[in-house]
């Protein structure tokens, strides 16, 4: 299976997902969601329903006139009776709706995707003329505070590295494993660190996608895009290492050119890999929780630190709105001229 098959199953998988839910949902949806199918990917019209749900279930609990209804049964008089209180009231709700596992940054992101679900859907209604006014369009989004990078150090990086290569700090049990997957992890996560690709994008490279010719690999990126992205030479040995050991296996039938294979021979999935970058990171760094999406940032920030580059960074890490980019690094530019301020002395102390 390569990336764009791969992605195919996914988009696949979350089409089938949306199906079921839109058998629970408001008649109107179906129209909605076929509306808004050519401008949006499948995981995002997924996300949209399950948000709505949210909203849906809000109106039939704290709204008097809708007492008795079902979620299925919500028509769209009952959108139009939607007041601009009705939504207040619910974005007040989401600060509290399922925050004991989420931090203050994670609910404002939640609250503000679930914001984006319903403007979405009232725009859509209101361009239909299926309701008379587009209330959603009202609310506010919420503000959003500065999210601080959590990202590895540069001598966390070295130790990670050798760590994933020797092993010698991980439990007993853990060597045991380690011995067999070595070559395997230290390409992965060497991959992650040195190119920056997404989880997702990673699981899904075959033997077939690489290039060393060039020090490059094709990827299918968010969206469907397709790029070629080019990885260092420290990248380039961990790659070599790990094919040679590759090419010893014999992989479960339709994974035979899948690039990383777990213990029992078949592609790697996002979990497990997400579990083997914590299991690494945790004993290099216990007080920061390291996922792959760290690693990126890792490698963002490196990159933005040397070339000083925004829109270099934005179009390696494959973001499609520069501003994304801007938000999560640019910061790092203010911070840096702040320390510059100090090391300036117009006259001598004294």
Same mark, same amino acid.
């Given at each position: 299976?390569?990336?764009?098959?791969?992605?195919?199953?996914?988009?696949?998988?979350?089409?089938?997902?949306?199906? *079921?839910?839109?058998?629970?949902?408001?008649?109107?949806?179906?129209? #909605?969601?076929?509306?808004?199918?050519?401008?949006?990917? &499948?995981?995002?019209?997924?996300?949209?329903?399950?948000? /709505?749900?949210? #909203?849906?279930?809000?109106?039939? *609990?704290?709204? &008097?006139?809708?007492?008795?209804?079902?979620?299925?049964? /919500?028509?769209?008089?009952?959108?139009?009776?939607?007041?601009?209180?009705?939504?207040?009231?619910?974005?007040?709700?989401?600060? +509290?709706?399922?925050?004991?596992?989420? $931090?203050?940054?994670?609910?404002?992101?939640?609250?503000?995707?679930?914001?984006?679900? /319903?403007?979405?859907?009232?725009?859509? /209604? #209101?361009?239909?003329? @299926?309701? &008379? $006014?587009?209330?959603?369009?009202? =609310?506010?989004? %919420?503000?959003?505070?500065?999210?601080?990078?959590? @990202?590895?150090?540069?001598? *966390?990086?070295?130790?990670?590295?050798?760590? =994933?290569?020797?092993?010698?700090?991980?439990? %007993?049990?853990?060597?045991?494993?380690?011995?067999?997957?070595?070559?395997?992890?230290?390409?992965?996560?060497?991959?992650?660190?040195?190119?920056?690709?997404?989880?997702?994008?990673?699981?899904?490279?075959?033997?077939?996608?690489?290039?060393?010719?060039?020090?490059?690999?094709? =990827?299918?990126?968010?969206?469907?895009?397709?790029?070629?992205? +080019?990885?260092?030479?420290?990248?380039?040995?961990?790659?070599?290492?790990?094919?040679?050991?590759?090419?010893?296996?014999?992989?479960? &039938?339709?994974? *035979?050119?899948?690039?990383?294979? $777990?213990?029992?021979?078949?592609?790697?999935?996002?979990?497990?890999?997400?579990?083997?970058?914590?299991? +690494?990171?945790? !004993?290099?760094? %216990?007080?920061?929780?390291?996922?792959?999406?760290?690693?990126? $940032?890792?490698?963002?920030?490196?990159? +933005?630190?040397?070339?000083?580059?925004?829109?270099? !960074?934005?179009?390696?890490?494959?973001?499609?709105?520069?501003?994304?980019?801007?938000?999560?690094?640019?910061?790092?530019?203010?911070?840096?001229?702040?320390?510059?301020?100090?090391?300036?002395?117009?006259?001598?102390?004294?």
């Amino acid at each position: 299976m390569n990336n764009a098959n791969y992605r195919l199953q996914q988009d696949q998988k979350h089409t089938l997902a949306l199906r *079921e839910l839109l058998t629970q949902m408001p008649a109107f949806c179906e129209d #909605f969601f076929r509306g808004i199918h050519d401008e949006t990917l &499948p995981l995002t019209r997924l996300n949209y329903a399950r948000d /709505l749900n949210i #909203f849906f279930d809000f109106l039939l *609990e704290f709204k &008097p006139s809708l007492a008795g209804k079902r979620r299925r049964d /919500l028509d769209l008089a009952d959108m139009a009776n939607v007041t601009l209180d009705d939504l207040e009231v619910f974005m007040d709700h989401l600060t +509290y709706y399922e925050r004991e596992n989420k $931090s203050l940054m994670d609910r404002e992101a939640a609250k503000e995707r679930k914001l984006s679900a /319903l403007r979405s859907l009232f725009k859509y /209604l #209101f361009k239909k003329q @299926r309701i &008379p $006014s587009n209330v959603a369009a009202l =609310v506010d989004m %919420p503000k959003r505070h500065e999210k601080v990078i959590t @990202r590895l150090e540069v001598d *966390e990086v070295a130790r990670l590295l050798d760590l =994933v290569e020797d092993g010698e700090q991980l439990t %007993p049990r853990q060597r045991s494993f380690h011995q067999q997957t070595k070559e395997r992890d230290l390409a992965l996560i060497s991959l992650l660190l040195g190119t920056g690709i997404r989880v997702s994008e990673c699981v899904g490279l075959n033997i077939s996608d690489l290039d060393f010719s060039i020090n490059g690999f094709r =990827v299918v990126r968010k969206g469907g895009a397709a790029a070629i992205l +080019y990885f260092p030479t420290e990248v380039e040995k961990a790659l070599r290492a790990y094919l040679e050991k590759r090419e010893q296996m014999q992989a479960q &039938p339709g994974h *035979e050119d899948a690039l990383f294979l $777990s213990l029992q021979k078949k592609r790697m999935d996002v979990r497990s890999v997400q579990n083997l970058v914590k299991k +690494y990171a945790r !004993v290099i760094t %216990p007080l920061k929780n390291i996922s792959p999406h760290k690693l990126r $940032s890792t490698f963002g920030t490196n990159l +933005y630190n040397e070339t000083g580059d925004i829109y270099l !960074v934005a179009d390696v890490l494959g973001h499609s709105d520069v501003n994304t980019t801007r938000r999560h690094y640019a910061a790092m530019s203010d911070e840096n001229r702040r320390v510059a301020a100090h090391k300036i002395h117009l006259r001598d102390d004294g």
